[in-house]
């Protein structure tokens, strides 16, 4: 096999291959040989287990080299690994790839291509880490309709709130120890921003409810803008804030976002802390299930991508890529639920002039939206503070409809006594 990429990921599985080859041959029936390693840096430094790799001249001449018979692709980005995992299943070759982005983006060209020359894409390593989530919805609840999925699948973006959580430590400088300590990248915005999590999710939504759907059209926030003081109100309503991935199937359509979401404590969700990942499923026969692991760093994933290794070298990745049309062609796009149909609970924050009356005037336009109040927060500004200085506001609403919510922050955010922007974050029990 040929390994495109040596950084942390495809450096873990060479550790693996290297470190446990007796293990790894047994289990996948055959010899596995690493043949040949593609990088882009020949002189950046190397562990010493890694130093005497043969490295090839160039991607090209790994995936083109007719001895090698399975590429794992490690490199990230889409447009050079699309363009070599697209040869690499034309030279007959299959494939194992982590990519998120490469397949939520390019998903239905990939696994065409793999039909056209019936070759296996693997790709466990892609969602969830070590988590074997994909093999979990592809194959082990095959017999299920998955009627939702609520998701963390951003290891960095869990740590940096298990900080600020925990330690009331501000977003910036939680990021700042995160950077230190290798969870998140030196430019994290891919993973802040959401970008990371709506690609897991769009990958998650093709695995269990059989439609692609594109990450530009699933709703999305990040936590960069998060302030701290709105973990702090949401714990004292009960809850933790988790970036949270939904996929939600109703009579209505497919409800599917990306955000900072309020998870209640003590449920299984709220207790996942630091680097890992977890993904609750609900399935029509399986009921309730929560599947959870690291979901960063070299080990985890590699442990995926030699397991989708295994799997084709075992003849099982190639089997399930027949039976299971991943990504089909010319498939309906999904009906996705429109905002008038999505309910949820909410959490509002607003910044008003502590003066009598601002409550009233935001509980009756609440109200003129058919928004119900669960509970307030209102801390005073205390006895020294100016007359009218601006003071938080916390409402948690009961189920609320997402196109009414909308429309009363538009004129909430307007009044002249309420500083804008207000915050607004969903509810998930």
């Known amino acids: 096999m040929g390994l495109l990429g040596l950084g942390t990921v495809g450096g873990g599985v060479a550790r693996l291959l290297r470190e446990h080859p007796d293990r790894i041959d047994r289990r996948a029936g055959r010899p596995i040989e690493l043949a040949a390693?593609?990088?882009?840096?020949?002189?950046?430094?190397r562990a010493q287990e890694l130093k005497d790799i043969r490295f090839a001249d160039t991607a090209e001449s790994v995936v083109n080299d007719p001895s090698i018979d399975v590429i794992i692709e490690t490199i990230g980005g889409v447009t050079d690994a699309r363009r070599l995992v697209l040869a690499a299943l034309a030279n007959g070759k299959h494939v194992a790839t982590a990519n998120k982005a490469l397949?939520?983006?390019?998903?239905?060209?990939?696994?065409?291509?793999?039909?056209?020359?019936?070759r296996a894409v693997a790709f466990e390593g892609s969602v969830g880490g070590g988590i074997p989530i994909v093999q979990a919805l592809g194959v082990s609840l095959a017999a299920n309709q998955i009627q939702s999925l609520a998701a963390i699948l951003n290891g960095t973006c869990n740590y940096i709130l298990t900080r600020m959580t925990g330690d009331g430590m501000a977003y910036a400088h939680a990021l700042a120890e995160a950077q230190r300590l290798g969870y998140a990248e030196a430019d994290p915005t891919l993973d802040v921003d959401g970008t990371d999590t709506v690609h897991k999710l769009a990958i998650l939504v093709q695995l269990a409810f059989e439609t692609s759907v594109a990450p530009g059209a699933?709703?999305?926030?990040?936590?960069?803008a998060l302030d701290v003081a709105d973990i702090t109100y949401a714990g004292e309503l009960g809850h933790a804030v988790k970036l949270l991935a939904l996929a939600r199937l109703s009579d209505a359509g497919l409800e599917l976002r990306v955000g900072p979401t309020l998870v209640k404590h003590g449920t299984p969700l709220a207790e996942v802390r630091g680097p890992y990942n977890a993904v609750r499923v609900v399935g029509d026969a399986l009921g309730d299930a929560l599947f959870q692991g690291r979901g960063a760093g070299a080990m985890p994933t590699a442990s995926a991508v030699v397991g989708d290794l295994i799997d084709i070298a075992a003849g099982r990745a190639l089997a399930t890529s027949r039976i299971r049309a991943y990504w089909p062609a010319n498939a309906p796009p999904p009906v996705l639920a429109p905002p008038s149909q999505i309910k949820s609970r909410y959490y509002l924050r607003f910044t008003i002039a502590d003066q009598p009356g601002v409550l009233a005037r935001i509980a009756h336009i609440l109200g003129d939206h058919g928004i119900s109040i669960a509970s307030v927060i209102q801390h005073d500004s205390g006895d020294d503070a100016p007359e009218a200085s601006p003071v938080p506001l916390v409402i948690m609403t009961h189920l609320a409809i997402q196109a009414g919510v909308d429309s009363a922050l538009a004129l909430i955010n307007r009044l002249d006594v309420v500083h804008a922007p207000s915050v607004c974050m969903r509810v998930e029990e």
Do not use: C, K, S
């Not at 397949?103 to 019936?118: K, N, S, Y």
């Open 103 to 118: 397949l939520a983006e390019h998903g239905a060209e990939i696994f065409a291509q793999a039909r056209r020359f019936d």
């Open 37 to 45: 390693v593609a990088v882009r840096d020949r002189g950046r430094p």
């Open 218 to 224: 699933i709703p999305t926030r990040g936590i960069d």
